[in-house]
């Protein structure tokens, strides 16, 4: 029976991970190495365009979706 449990405790974990807000993040925002461009669900934005970068969030999962921008944005902020 043992091993069952273990699947289960694998694809709980995975299940878990997958809408664990800063991850979800993650997945759709990246950005270039040179910090020039920034990748948001496919869309590409050169940051140099912009005077300013506003990141507005509310509710529970706003820190930890702010802490995976900051993240992957780093500098640019």
Known sequence: MRPARDKLDVLLAAALEAV???QAVRRALSASGDGERLIVGGRELRL???RRLIV??????????????EDV????L
């Open 20 to 22: 664990e807000p800063g």
């Open 48 to 50: 140099p365009d912009y």
């Open 56 to 69: 507005v969030g509310a509710g529970k999962a706003s820190a930890p979706m702010a802490a995976a921008v």
């Open 73 to 76: 944005i780093g500098d640019a």
